[in-house]
């Protein structure tokens, strides 16, 4: 156990629709991160928070937007959705070992969209 | 920019055999490398770490992997494999403080044969 919390686990909705992923980092961890896996891009970052700020941003589709708010947790927001939206959705903490950051994920959220 | 390859997206292996998963890494600053292994249904978890403290690096479940600067290269590695590794394996470039995203390899699938 990571120590990193998603939910839902499993999310199965129609196109068009807008859905909301949700993630508690592990204690004392700052940073957030989202990644996407699926079958045909791999493991993609879409976009880190650092202490409620966004930090960085990578291959996130305009439909989707993330926010993480002052208790630390954070959620991905998808909308618009499209068939090739589904994926898994996996959040990240990272916490200063050694002074190198190294993330720790959680079990991701797995996202169907028909 | 920095990228890995992963080289072979399945490799099999005997049960009590050497387990050999290579990586090679593309960085233009000192890169910190990492070693995920996703079980199954399940999120990602971490392996082992290259933070430039030490080349050869020892992990959990028994698995090492040696920093070959001249190689660029990042290559993991178990004496003897166990039915248990079957999983598949993501080695990963971090940034210059090893704080921002992950860069992920393409994975490869480990198969244990009895």
């Known amino acids: 156990d990571s120590g990193v919390t998603q939910t839902p686990k499993h999310l199965i909705t129609a196109t068009g629709q807008r859905v909301t992923l949700r993630c508690s980092p592990r204690?004392?961890?700052?940073?957030v991160y989202w990644y996407q896996q699926s079958l045909d891009q791999g493991l993609q970052f879409l976009i880190q928070y650092y202490n409620g700020e966004e930090r960085a941003k990578g291959n996130i589709l305009e439909r989707f937007s993330a926010q993480q708010f002052p208790d630390l947790h954070s959620e991905l927001n998808l909308s618009s959705l499209e068939l090739g939206d589904s994926a898994l959705y996996f959040c990240a903490s990272s916490v200063s070992l050694a002074g190198v950051e190294t993330q720790y994920f959680g079990p991701g959220t797995r996202l169907l969209v028909l | 920019a920095q990228s890995v390859t992963q080289l072979g997206s399945h490799v099999s292996v005997s049960e009590g055999a050497l387990v050999l998963l290579r990586c090679n890494y593309s960085s233009s600053v000192p890169p910190y490398l990492f070693w995920y292994v996703q079980y199954p249904n399940q999120g990602l978890q971490l392996l082992l770490k290259y933070t430039s403290a030490a080349t050869l690096v020892k992990g959990i479940n028994g698995f090492e992997a040696e920093f070959k600067k001249s190689e660029t290269s990042f290559h993991l590695t178990k004496p003897s494999a166990h039915m248990s590794d079957a999983a598949e394996y993501f080695c990963a470039v971090g940034g210059l403080f090893g704080n921002e995203k992950l860069t992920f390899g393409t994975g490869t699938r480990l198969t244990i044969i009895p």
């Open positions: 204690s004392g961890d700052l940073s």
